[in-house]
């Protein structure tokens, strides 16, 4: 053909895709990068944009800008950014979402709007119950599940007096709460501790008078850093069994030690799972960030694989995204095993229990069990959601 | 609970207090001779743990990680004074508070920027790794150096403030500033000097805290307002007052946080005691110095004015 | 004109227009994100400006104002959770319950000075933090969202553009008011015991029972600024009783212009504004804005709004500094 119809021919091709195509991506990336649980939120960015950067900087197809935000873990904070993405840079849809406070302060804009919100951090009970949204997903857990697969695991191992330890919060509750749905023996006691309280030593000699035969306990962040630390050296390490969730993970190992040896924890993750998929990933992060990826970062990996098979599904119309992304919840292999969304848009999951052990001079995880398998939460059947 | 147990939470509790004493001494003498409102005082206590944790990674050496720490928070302290503290003691409170606190942000984020937010970990030196045994219990070694070396700084202080010629500056100075400039004294460089060794001491503090708790941003003011709170319990300006102070809000806290939880069920439902029995704790502190100021504003030990 | 004039008047009545056409441009632009940005920015001001009737004419520096801030946040929440959203009943519950609290932490805390009173006032809005943290039924720590927005009668205080009318109605009134007292009895007693209260004592005028009166109202002013930001953002959180939130009140009142009458508003403009404005360039924006606040403390505690009152006209002499906070 001559010159011309060349031409018109190209210039029809780029017309017609580019009216599928359509304006390009944007998402935002909302976590706390400040503060005591910077950790957790760079963890999850940097899972983030691993699997941005595997997908060739595209999600859906499409080019796609990554608007990183602080919330600073302070709900206000959360608000006013929510808003922003949707009001002012109108993002396709939102990650992240920090800690259970900061999600369920933004929840009323999240609704309103309808657009897609991921969770990487959190499934507080009120969105896996009566408050469950269309357009709110999560990608990590619901708030109770690990607490409930590490109570299974110590009743199996027919651990008789337990006694229990959290900071005075909701979560704290939460976690407390969920451990003794599971957990059929005796309680020895109940702490409540100051959030951010940095000094244990009150609370571990109450602990050592109660003599238990283990210890739950559950302190995010800085706190389990302290707390863990401060019971090796009141000799109890590996004297006393200790019980954990997401208080000796990727994030505070390195901080920890030699100090962790011996703890036991619940998650739906851990780098040492043996998957195809997960080696694939840990390989991949531990070149790029050279540290081991968390729980955190593997929440927030999928949540950017499980947008991507969103997108595609919905071919660009937004109102059929929250359908696309449930729908790829059962279809995106996630490195943590068999995943997929509930009724309520939480996860179903395996939760497996990992054991600290040293091995060559080092502190690794290695995994113990599964004490809850394809598990629901316990709030699915408040949700109205089809 | 069990008597033994109650002598072990005094231990705790003399170790809290220790702590805090290292920060209120410095403290109380920049409020009480300057009257300066320093904020900034919980970054010192900062800059000295991560120099401490610093030094100790690079070193091995702990001893050499405390130097590291109390250089370190001397030279920033100075650094301060100099450039911006020493401008601002003629202006009254409202000036040092906004200084302070456009510090504090400052120190925060530059720490953040350096070594990023994962917390250092700082290990107890082997020597003092172990436990020892206490009625049954194992109490940390550590938390003995802890108490051994609060101890160590009041004797020292003591002994400067009631001993010496520099101590007798202070303590005039303490009690009527401008004579002190009249009779010839360099106010300036006594004033210097003062905020240098509170520095001092903020980064001993800091450097032994390490090991105990997690060295990051942001880890100053959560204690630097406890050690406000023995201040102006102690009587502002009076290094005593700090000591007394720092141990009474040390027992009270640590007590408080264990006994009070138990006392609450004895009279409320289970949960409503698990409830408000921490939050009660939390409070009692800021309970006792809301008190003290109530029936004796100039604190319970004031250094005697003229 | 008179500079006087200027700063009293003219400043803050412009500034008031420029708010009252926010919501126009921002429909005319198609970015409504703006007017919720600006509706905090006037809740601030509210607040700044409540805190400017203690700080500035009263000479109380008040670290804990972030409470009556948070008392009435929670003064729509609570209410809410239980089922109640009407309008009236959150706004008596909020000024009867922070002024009640006011008037308990100034009767106590005025019984001391100095650096005292700034410990003490940060105590008591630690206390408050921690009572609410402590209350797991209400959210505790995590916050408690507001089931149900302030409704006056038909006007419901949950959407932007209501929120925004109130928002700048309320701050109108409170500043006009504000120009009034400082000319007023009151007002002159107020300032006087400011800078001398043992002259006040001496005229006798009770310093301490006029510093009462003002911190009873400053608290119950910002209270209501604390409704509006509960309807704005439909949450309450205890972090909003944050130590540093006070600090960030008091430097917004120092910035403006400490004592003025335009200050807070200029205050809370330019420091929510500069916040904004840095987070877009760099997320450390606190290593920038913490010298700043540095700066400005070093510089002189006039404001900007003392900045522009003080340009000197030809023939006329500067008006002298404000004396710093006095005695007893």
Same mark, same amino acid.
């Not at chain 1, 904070?77 to 002012?88: C, F, M, Y």
């Not at chain 1, 995010?220 to 850093?225: K, T």
């Not at chain 1, 208080?247 to 043996?274: F, K, R």
């Not at chain 2, 069990?2 to 410095?26: D, I, K, P, T």
């Given at each position: 053909?001559?010159?011309?119809?060349?031409?018109?021919?190209?210039?029809?091709?780029?017309?017609?895709?580019?009216?599928?195509?359509?304006?390009?991506?944007?998402?935002?990336?909302?976590?706390?990068?400040?503060?005591?649980?910077?950790?957790?939120?760079?963890?999850?960015?940097?899972?983030?944009?691993?699997?941005?950067?595997?997908?060739?900087?595209?999600?859906?197809?499409?080019?796609?800008?990554?608007?990183?935000?602080?919330?600073?873990?302070?709900?206000?904070?959360?608000?006013?950014?929510?808003?922003?993405?949707?009001?002012?840079?109108?993002?396709?849809?939102?990650?992240?979402?920090?800690?259970?406070?900061?999600?369920?302060?933004?929840?009323?804009?999240?609704?309103?709007?309808?657009?897609?919100?991921?969770?990487?951090?959190?499934?507080?009970?009120?969105?896996?119950?009566?408050?469950?949204?269309?357009?709110?997903?999560?990608?990590?857990?619901?708030?109770?599940?690990?607490?409930?697969?590490?109570?299974?695991?110590?009743?199996?191992?027919?651990?008789?007096?337990?006694?229990?330890?959290?900071?005075?919060?909701?979560?704290?509750?939460?976690?407390?709460?969920?451990?003794?749905?599971?957990?059929?023996?005796?309680?020895?006691?109940?702490?409540?501790?100051?959030?951010?309280?940095?000094?244990?030593?009150?609370?571990?000699?109450?602990?050592?008078?109660?003599?238990?035969?283990?210890?739950?306990?559950?302190?995010?962040?800085?706190?389990?850093?302290?707390?863990?630390?401060?019971?090796?050296?009141?000799?109890?390490?590996?004297?006393?069994?200790?019980?954990?969730?997401?208080?000796?993970?990727?994030?505070?190992?390195?901080?920890?030690?030699?100090?962790?040896?011996?703890?036991?924890?619940?998650?739906?993750?851990?780098?040492?799972?043996?998957?195809?998929?997960?080696?694939?990933?840990?390989?991949?992060?531990?070149?790029?960030?050279?540290?081991?990826?968390?729980?955190?970062?593997?929440?927030?990996?999928?949540?950017?694989?499980?947008?991507?098979?969103?997108?595609?599904?919905?071919?660009?119309?937004?109102?059929?995204?929250?359908?696309?992304?449930?729908?790829?919840?059962?279809?995106?292999?996630?490195?943590?095993?068999?995943?997929?969304?509930?009724?309520?848009?939480?996860?179903?999951?395996?939760?497996?229990?990992?054991?600290?052990?040293?091995?060559?001079?080092?502190?690794?995880?290695?995994?113990?069990?599964?004490?809850?398998?394809?598990?629901?939460?316990?709030?699915?059947?408040?949700?109205?959601?089809? | 609970?069990?008597?033994?147990?109650?002598?072990?939470?005094?231990?705790?509790?003399?170790?809290?207090?220790?702590?805090?004493?290292?920060?209120?001494?410095?403290?109380?003498?920049?409020?009480?001779?300057?009257?300066?409102?320093?904020?900034?005082?919980?970054?010192?206590?900062?800059?000295?743990?991560?120099?401490?944790?610093?030094?100790?990674?690079?070193?091995?050496?702990?001893?050499?990680?405390?130097?590291?720490?109390?250089?370190?928070?001397?030279?920033?302290?100075?650094?301060?004074?100099?450039?911006?503290?020493?401008?601002?003691?003629?202006?009254?409170?409202?000036?040092?508070?906004?200084?302070?606190?456009?510090?504090?942000?400052?120190?925060?984020?530059?720490?953040?920027?350096?070594?990023?937010?994962?917390?250092?970990?700082?290990? +107890?030196?082997?020597?003092?790794?172990?436990?020892?045994?206490?009625?049954?219990?194992?109490?940390?070694?550590?938390?003995?150096?802890?108490?051994? +070396?609060?101890?160590?700084?009041?004797?020292?202080?003591?002994?400067?403030?009631?001993?010496?010629?520099?101590?007798?500056?202070?303590?005039?100075?303490?009690?009527?500033?401008?004579?002190?400039?009249?009779?010839?004294?360099?106010?300036?460089?006594?004033?210097?000097?003062?905020?240098?060794?509170?520095?001092?001491?903020?980064?001993?503090?800091?450097?032994?805290?390490?090991?105990?708790?997690?060295?990051?941003?942001?880890?100053?003011?959560?204690?630097?307002?406890?050690?406000?709170?023995?201040?102006?319990?102690?009587?502002?300006?009076?290094?005593?007052?700090?000591?007394?102070?720092?141990?009474?809000?040390?027992?009270?806290?640590?007590?408080?946080?264990?006994?009070?939880?138990?006392?609450?069920?004895?009279?409320?439902?289970?949960?409503?005691?698990?409830?408000?029995?921490?939050?009660?704790?939390?409070?009692?502190?800021?309970?006792?110095?809301?008190?003290?100021?109530?029936?004796?504003?100039?604190?319970?030990?004031?250094?005697?004015?003229? | 004109?008179?500079?006087?004039?200027?700063?009293?008047?003219?400043?803050?009545?412009?500034?008031?227009?420029?708010?009252?056409?926010?919501?126009?441009?921002?429909?005319?632009?198609?970015?409504?994100?703006?007017?919720?940005?600006?509706?905090?920015?006037?809740?601030?001001?509210?607040?700044?400006?409540?805190?400017?009737?203690?700080?500035?004419?009263?000479?109380?520096?008040?670290?804990?104002?972030?409470?009556?801030?948070?008392?009435?946040?929670?003064?729509?929440?609570?209410?809410?959770?239980?089922?109640?959203?009407?309008?009236?009943?959150?706004?008596?519950?909020?000024?009867?319950?922070?002024?009640?609290?006011?008037?308990?932490?100034?009767?106590?805390?005025?019984?001391?000075?100095?650096?005292?009173?700034?410990?003490?006032?940060?105590?008591?809005?630690?206390?408050?933090?921690?009572?609410?943290?402590?209350?797991?039924?209400?959210?505790?720590?995590?916050?408690?969202?507001?089931?149900?927005?302030?409704?006056?009668?038909?006007?419901?205080?949950?959407?932007?553009?209501?929120?925004?009318?109130?928002?700048?109605?309320?701050?109108?009134?409170?500043?006009?008011?504000?120009?009034?007292?400082?000319?007023?009895?009151?007002?002159?007693?107020?300032?006087?015991?400011?800078?001398?209260?043992?002259?006040?004592?001496?005229?006798?005028?009770?310093?301490?029972?006029?510093?009462?009166?003002?911190?009873?109202?400053?608290?119950?002013?910002?209270?209501?600024?604390?409704?509006?930001?509960?309807?704005?953002?439909?949450?309450?959180?205890?972090?909003?009783?944050?130590?540093?939130?006070?600090?960030?009140?008091?430097?917004?009142?120092?910035?403006?212009?400490?004592?003025?009458?335009?200050?807070?508003?200029?205050?809370?403009?330019?420091?929510?504004?500069?916040?904004?404005?840095?987070?877009?360039?760099?997320?450390?924006?606190?290593?920038?804005?913490?010298?700043?606040?540095?700066?400005?403390?070093?510089?002189?505690?006039?404001?900007?709004?003392?900045?522009?009152?003080?340009?000197?006209?030809?023939?006329?002499?500067?008006?002298?500094?404000?004396?710093?906070?006095?005695?007893?």
């Amino acid at each position: 053909m001559n010159r011309n119809t060349l031409r018109a021919t190209a210039l029809a091709a780029m017309l017609a895709t580019s009216s599928l195509t359509g304006h390009a991506t944007t998402v935002g990336f909302m976590a706390p990068l400040s503060g005591p649980q910077a950790l957790v939120g760079q963890d999850q960015y940097d899972g983030f944009m691993l699997a941005v950067e595997q997908l060739g900087g595209k999600l859906g197809g499409q080019a796609t800008t990554i608007l990183k935000e602080d919330d600073q873990l302070k709900p206000e904070v959360g608000q006013q950014i929510v808003r922003k993405l949707i009001d002012k840079d109108k993002v396709d849809a939102i990650v992240g979402l920090s800690f259970s406070n900061v999600l369920m302060g933004s929840l009323p804009r999240l609704a309103e709007s309808g657009v897609v919100a991921i969770a990487t951090n959190a499934g507080p009970s009120p969105i896996a119950g009566a408050s469950c949204k269309a357009n709110v997903f999560s990608t990590a857990w619901q708030n109770d599940g690990a607490a409930e697969a590490m109570g299974k695991f110590a009743q199996d191992r027919g651990i008789k007096r337990v006694y229990l330890m959290a900071p005075n919060y909701q979560a704290g509750k939460d976690m407390l709460a969920g451990f003794k749905r599971f957990y059929k023996g005796e309680v020895v006691d109940e702490t409540y501790t100051q959030v951010n309280q940095p000094d244990y030593s009150a609370e571990i000699a109450q602990l050592q008078a109660a003599k238990p035969d283990a210890v739950f306990v559950f302190y995010p962040g800085g706190m389990g850093i302290n707390f863990v630390k401060q019971m090796s050296q009141a000799g109890l390490s590996g004297k006393l069994p200790l019980y954990s969730v997401f208080t000796v993970d990727g994030t505070t190992l390195p901080s920890l030690g030699d100090t962790a040896a011996g703890a036991i924890g619940a998650a739906m993750y851990d780098a040492s799972l043996d998957t195809p998929e997960n080696r694939k990933f840990v390989a991949a992060f531990e070149a790029k960030y050279k540290r081991t990826p968390s729980l955190y970062a593997a929440a927030a990996y999928d949540a950017a694989n499980v947008l991507d098979l969103g997108l595609r599904k919905a071919g660009g119309d937004p109102k059929k995204l929250a359908a696309g992304v449930k729908a790829a919840g059962s279809e995106f292999k996630s490195v943590r095993g068999p995943f997929q969304f509930g009724k309520n848009n939480m996860p179903v999951q395996n939760y497996y229990a990992f054991e600290t052990v040293r091995a060559g001079g080092k502190v690794v995880t290695k995994q113990i069990g599964t004490p809850l398998s394809a598990h629901a939460d316990s709030y699915a059947a408040l949700c109205k959601l089809p | 609970m069990s008597a033994s147990l109650l002598f072990v939470q005094l231990l705790n509790g003399l170790q809290y207090g220790v702590l805090l004493f290292l920060l209120a001494a410095g403290l109380t003498l920049v409020f009480g001779i300057m009257s300066f409102v320093n904020l900034a005082h919980g970054s010192l206590y900062m800059v000295g743990a991560y120099a401490a944790a610093l030094a100790y990674a690079a070193s091995g050496s702990f001893a050499l990680a405390v130097l590291a720490a109390m250089g370190a928070a001397l030279a920033v302290g100075l650094l301060l004074e100099v450039a911006i503290v020493s401008r601002l003691y003629r202006r009254d409170h409202l000036d040092h508070v906004l200084a302070t606190f456009g510090l504090v942000m400052l120190f925060n984020e530059l720490v953040r920027l350096v070594w990023g937010p994962q917390p250092l970990f700082v290990q +107890v030196p082997e020597v003092l790794a172990g436990t020892v045994q206490l009625f049954g219990f194992n109490y940390p070694s550590y938390r003995f150096a802890i108490i051994a +070396v609060g101890l160590l700084v009041a004797i020292g202080s003591y002994w400067l403030i009631n001993k010496t010629r520099v101590g007798m500056l202070i303590r005039a100075g303490a009690q009527n500033p401008q004579l002190v400039g009249a009779l010839g004294v360099n106010i300036g460089l006594l004033n210097a000097m003062l905020f240098g060794v509170g520095a001092m001491l903020a980064g001993l503090a800091g450097a032994m805290a390490g090991p105990l708790l997690s060295v990051q941003s942001g880890m100053g003011e959560p204690v630097l307002i406890t050690t406000l709170v023995v201040i102006v319990i102690g009587g502002i300006g009076s290094v005593n007052g700090a000591l007394y102070a720092a141990l009474i809000v040390g027992v009270v806290d640590t007590l408080g946080r264990v006994l009070l939880p138990l006392l609450m069920r004895q009279v409320a439902e289970r949960s409503v005691a698990d409830a408000a029995g921490p939050a009660l704790a939390s409070m009692l502190v800021y309970l006792l110095m809301a008190l003290v100021l109530a029936l004796r504003p100039q604190g319970l030990f004031p250094a005697r004015r003229g | 004109m008179s500079s006087r004039l200027t700063s009293t008047v003219v400043l803050p009545v412009l500034l008031l227009v420029a708010f009252a056409a926010v919501p126009f441009v921002a429909t005319a632009l198609e970015q409504p994100f703006w007017i919720s940005f600006f509706a905090r920015i006037l809740i601030y001001a509210i607040a700044a400006s409540a805190l400017n009737l203690a700080l500035g004419y009263g000479g109380l520096v008040s670290f804990g104002h972030a409470l009556f801030m948070g008392l009435g946040s929670y003064a729509v929440a609570l209410p809410a959770f239980h089922g109640i959203a009407n309008g009236w009943v959150h706004l008596g519950l909020c000024v009867g319950a922070c002024g009640l609290v006011a008037w308990g932490v100034g009767a106590i805390s005025l019984r001391t000075s100095g650096m005292a009173f700034i410990m003490i006032t940060l105590a008591f809005a630690q206390m408050g933090y921690f009572a609410l943290v402590s209350l797991k039924q209400y959210g505790g720590d995590d916050g408690l969202p507001v089931a149900a927005t302030s409704s006056f009668g038909g006007f419901d205080l949950g959407s932007t553009l209501p929120l925004y009318a109130t928002a700048l109605v309320v701050l109108a009134l409170l500043t006009w008011w504000m120009a009034k007292l400082r000319v007023a009895p009151f007002g002159m007693a107020l300032r006087g015991a400011r800078q001398n209260a043992r002259r006040i004592n001496a005229i006798g005028l009770e310093a301490r029972r006029l510093q009462l009166v003002a911190f009873v109202i400053s608290g119950a002013t910002c209270g209501v600024s604390g409704l509006l930001l509960a309807n704005l953002n439909a949450f309450a959180s205890p972090s909003s009783l944050a130590w540093t939130v006070s600090g960030e009140l008091i430097v917004m009142v120092v910035l403006g212009g400490i004592g003025t009458v335009a200050g807070p508003i200029v205050g809370a403009l330019v420091f929510l504004g500069l916040e904004e404005v840095l987070k877009g360039w760099t997320e450390h924006w606190m290593v920038i804005f913490g010298p700043l606040i540095v700066l400005m403390a070093l510089v002189g505690r006039r404001g900007i709004v003392g900045l522009i009152a003080q340009r000197p006209k030809a023939g006329r002499p500067a008006t002298p500094v404000v004396a710093s906070e006095g005695g007893v």
